[in-house]
């Protein structure tokens, strides 16, 4: 876990018949696991095609919002809080999630679709 930092982001992809973008910012670092608090996204400016776009993070700016990364489920100060054990798979670094694939961002624009 020396890769991973407070104030690092993790992506969450996941969906059926649409891609859902959810991330998460570290707030804490345990000997093996962070706490890690949902943020906001901005869409990215001409990203918009049919029913999709791309999103980036806004570093702190924390959410209250369901999400499906909720395992041990910490709550202060109004502020969702998630404690995950960090996995890591080659180089990259990994949280397990029942649903999709949650990493550390790679600072790209993430896809996500949406079906009405």
């Given at each position: 876990m020396n890769g991973i930092n407070i104030g690092d982001i993790f992506v969450h992809s996941w969906g059926y018949d649409q891609t859902n973008i959810d991330?998460?910012?570290v707030v804490r670092k345990?000997?093996?696991s962070v706490i890690v608090s949902p943020i906001a996204?901005?869409?990215v400016s001409n990203s918009?095609?049919?029913m999709s776009n791309r999103v980036m993070p806004i570093k702190d700016e924390f959410v209250i919002k369901h999400t499906a990364l909720n395992d041990k489920q910490i709550n202060t100060d109004g502020i969702?809080?998630?404690r995950k054990v960090v996995k890591e798979q080659g180089s990259?670094?990994?949280l397990p999630t029942r649903f999709g694939w949650c990493s550390l961002w790679d600072?790209?624009?993430q896809y996500q679709s949406w079906y009405h």
């Open positions: 991330f998460y910012q345990t000997l093996n996204s901005n869409p918009e095609g049919v969702k809080q998630i990259t670094y990994y600072g790209k624009p």
